[in-house]
């Protein structure tokens, strides 16, 4: 189970950190990336983390202002996101997967609404 948290509604240039609660599977033994679908598009890789933490990717657009990270003692999963601009508006994903090459997800949350507007 991944459960999303700490979504909300915040202006441009605001700071939302999101947390992926997990249960049910060895967290540690997977690699964890976040996702976001906003209305009409796409679901779109925003960022990953390798298992131990060693090894991370990010969407273009995100670099600089987003930042993933992970507790494996905790089996949590965060997403720091500063700077925050409306085209960030989205439903965000929590997933557990696998880096071969891409990151090939296995399992997902239900996501959480970032709405971003002044």
């Known amino acids: 189970q991944l459960v999303e948290s700490g979504g909300g509604l915040v202006q441009p240039g605001g700071i939302l950190r999101l947390s992926c609660a997990t249960s049910?599977?060895?967290?540690?033994?997977?690699?964890m990336a976040w996702y976001r679908q906003a209305p009409g598009k796409e679901r779109e890789l925003v960022a990953s983390?390798?298992?131990?933490?060693?090894?991370?990717d990010y969407l273009d657009s995100v670099k600089g202002r987003f930042a993933i990270s992970r507790d494996n003692n905790k089996q949590t999963l965060y997403l720091q996101m500063n700077s925050l601009k409306p085209e960030d508006t989205a439903v965000y994903f929590c997933?557990?997967?696998?880096?071969?090459?891409?990151?090939?997800?296995?399992?997902w949350g239900q996501g959480t609404q970032v709405t971003v507007s002044s």
């Open positions: 983390i390798s298992k131990n933490s060693t090894n991370f």
């Open positions: 049910g599977f060895t967290f540690s033994g997977y690699d």
């Open positions: 997933s557990a997967g696998f880096i071969i090459r891409d990151y090939i997800p296995t399992y």
